[in-house]
């Protein structure tokens, strides 16, 4: 899913039925399961590109530091190993700067961004019984009843 998603999602469930404030009381739970449930599975995904990241990382590892075969270099799709020799305190640091590493962390970035944002969320909705009892005993103090 994508964070626009999640922001246009929001934004139409943010607003708070003013008119009917019970039933915008009733739709908390329904709220919260739909979010966390979008939540949980941001987080899955996070997870799955992180362990990709992971993996990634050690085949470049074994590339820079020439550990791996030919065969295994060719499964990989990687280029021809490098004429020069890279020092194991650098090897970190190609590995960084590789595209699809790069890809890669933009993409956890992204995903970061939507968990925190999800968690946000999560955190309003919790806090909407609280906006919506205050709003009724606005309602009770300005038609003068307690």
Known sequence: MKLEDIEKDWAEDCVVNQEDLGKAAMEIPKLHSKYYGYLLNEKR???????????????????????MTTEERLAAGLPDFLDKKILKSDVDRHIDRWPEIIQLNLKIAIQQDKIDFLKDINKMIHNRSFVVKDAISWILFTNGQN
């Open 45 to 67: 995904l996070l997870y799955i590109l992180q362990e990709k990241k992971e993996e990634l990382a050690i085949v470049l590892e074994n590339y820079f530091l020439k550990t």
